[in-house]
C-alpha cells in the first residue's frame, strides 16, 4: 500500500511502479507534451484549457516544467520499462528537451522561458 497526501489528508491506494499520482500526472503532461509537438495547440492554450476544463492549479505544461521534465521522463520511462506498455512512452519533444538542458523552470526553460520572457511559451 502507498499513501497519497492531497492537500494534508491521507488516502491509502494499492501502489506499484511510478505510484498513483505520478503516473496518473506523468501521463496527462505526456499526452499534452504530444499535442503540443503536433502543433495542435500552444503551450498556453494547451494550460488554460486544462485549467478551466479540469479545475487543476496549474496546466499540464506549466506543472511539468515545475517538476522538472527530466523527473518526468524518468517516471515515463520506468513505467514503461516496468509494465511494457507503449502507452507510457515518453513524447519525443520531452526527450529532446531534457537532452538539450531545458529542464523546465529550474533550469530557466522547458515549455516556457523563465529566463528572457517569463510568460513565453518555446517555439519548437
Not at 27 to 47: L, V
Request: proline share 6%; hydrophobic share 45%; charged share 25%.
Amino acid at each position: 500500500m502507498g499513501c497519497l497526501l492531497p492537500s494534508a489528508k491521507r488516502q491509502w491506494v494499492a501502489d506499484e511502479t511510478g505510484a498513483v499520482f505520478p503516473s496518473i500526472l506523468s501521463m496527462i503532461i505526456n499526452e499534452a507534451a504530444f499535442t503540443w509537438m503536433e502543433k495542435a495547440a500552444s503551450a498556453e492554450d494547451i494550460d488554460t484549457a486544462m485549467r478551466k476544463g479540469t479545475n487543476y492549479p496549474l496546466g499540464p505544461l506549466e506543472w511539468a516544467d515545475d517538476i522538472g521534465l527530466d523527473e518526468l521522463l524518468a517516471v515515463l520511462s520506468g513505467l514503461q520499462r516496468d509494465l511494457g506498455e507503449d502507452r507510457y512512452r515518453p513524447a519525443p519533444i520531452l526527450r529532446k528537451l531534457v537532452h538539450a538542458g531545458w529542464l523546465g523552470k529550474r533550469a530557466g526553460r522547458g515549455f516556457y522561458n523563465y529566463v528572457d520572457q517569463p510568460s513565453k511559451e518555446m517555439v519548437l
